[in-house]
């Protein structure tokens, strides 16, 4: 009966909305590439992995930090902190995460460059930029940077029509 009127005198349920809220915009610049998607209700926060990612890699990166993490369902990772836990952790908390998440897809970035470097046509040196996703005169990198595409060429990045002619291309 007392854990039930400390969380009501202390605002506990109240604060960890607010501090759902705060996990959510700290780790919603996490790489696409990795993470699928990040859930929560409350203090109970996931992020989904992507496939070719190790979910308890990135749980024993986190660790070297001191952020326990567990693996559900193989690909997720749930962060469960205590009610009590303030702004400031949860900010140290998701900094960890965004460092950790960064420093593995950087790594296979590199892996990618490497490739590139081997295997690809060398008539002009690329940029050392890994981009994740283009849209009209946009793109972005692995860091959730944004660009404006001065080499686009005509349609610019991903034209929807053009997709959707790839796409049926493919299909049929």
């Not at 203090?43 to 990612?53: K, Q, V």
């Not at 693996?71 to 965004?98: M, N, W, Y």
């Not at 790594?107 to 994740?132: G, I, R």
């Not at 001065?150 to 002619?165: D, F």
């Amino acid at each position: 009966m007392v854990a039930v009127i400390v969380v009501e005198e202390e605002n506990l349920a109240s604060d960890a909305f607010k501090m759902e809220y705060l996990f959510h915009q700290q780790t919603h610049g996490l790489p696409s590439a990795i993470v699928k998607a990040v859930r929560s209700k409350g203090l109970l926060n996931a992020t989904e992995i992507n496939s070719g990612y190790d979910a308890r890699e990135l749980c024993i990166r986190v660790l070297e930090n001191g952020l326990l993490a567990k693996i559900t369902h193989g690909h997720k990772i749930r962060f469960a902190p205590p009610l009590v836990i303030d702004e400031t952790q949860v900010l140290e908390a998701c900094s960890f995460i965004k460092h950790k998440y960064s420093v593995m897809f950087r790594a296979k970035s590199q892996s990618m460059f490497d490739l590139e470097a081997k295997h690809a046509a060398h008539n002009y040196k690329p940029l050392p930029v890994a981009l994740e996703r283009g849209e009209c005169l946009f793109v972005w990198d692995v860091n959730v940077r944004r660009y404006l595409a001065y080499s686009a060429v005509n349609h610019g990045h991903c034209h929807p029509k053009i997709i959707e002619a790839l796409k049926n291309r493919m299909i049929g």
